[in-house]
């Protein structure tokens, strides 16, 4: 029997997710504007629920196509207003349109999104030891420098605990329950993309700490080194 981490073990969905996008490093900035909005709309409830309406979320927002959204109107958020099952909060529909904007103003200014939020960490992904045996914070240091940043290029609803979250689902943090098979699966998925002595060392050894197997490089596609913090 897989482990996984406990908190997707509620429903199909959020195993699925889990089991497939959730920790993997997300470097196309259409998926990371979706992961970013969807963070958005969670504000003040919770990521099942996301989950469970991700689809009605991509219809209101053009398959999250920023370039689209950053163009809606009133028009549009009354027709995203009156979708049956959409969260009805005209503040947080007002807020994926204004971000969608700065998102723009991002891509100008760094050329893609992806590299404007992995050069916080250098391309590499942040794995605490500590957070594998399930100590995860709610927000970081890490989380914090670019939450304020983000406010200030004039992105909304974009706090600390808010970005930590992201951080986490685009594969910017590992967070994995040392026990779930994914935690295993990504440090190998790192693994093969590991150019600095630290990551060469996890391709070699396996990790006491972390209780892994070594992973079969074939099985994975080349991704980004590991920083690891004890």
Known sequence: ??????????????????????????????KQFEFLMMEVMQCGLNWNMMIQKREIFRRCFDNFDFDKVSTY??????????????????????AVIHNAQCFQKI?????????????????????????????????????????????????KYMGSVTVYSHLQACGIINDHWEGSFRCRELIGLHRCGAETAEAEELIEADQPVLNMSRAKPACFR???PVEIFT
């Open 107 to 155: 891509r100008a200014k760094f050329g893609l999104f992806s590299d404007y939020i992995w050069g916080f960490t250098k391309g590499k992904t942040y794995l605490y030891m500590d957070h594998q045996k399930g100590h995860a914070p709610a927000k970081s240091g890490l989380s914090d420098r670019i939450s304020a940043d983000l406010k200030k290029r004039e992105l």
């Open 73 to 94: 109107d009133e028009v549009d958020i009354e027709r995203i207003m009156g979708t049956e099952g959409m969260i009805r909060s005209r503040r947080k529909i007002e």
């Open 1 to 30: 029997m897989m482990e996984r981490c406990p908190w997707c073990l509620g429903n199909e969905k959020m195993i699925r997710y889990h089991d497939e996008e959730w920790g993997v490093p997300v470097h196309d900035d259409r």
């Open 222 to 224: 080349r991704l980004c």
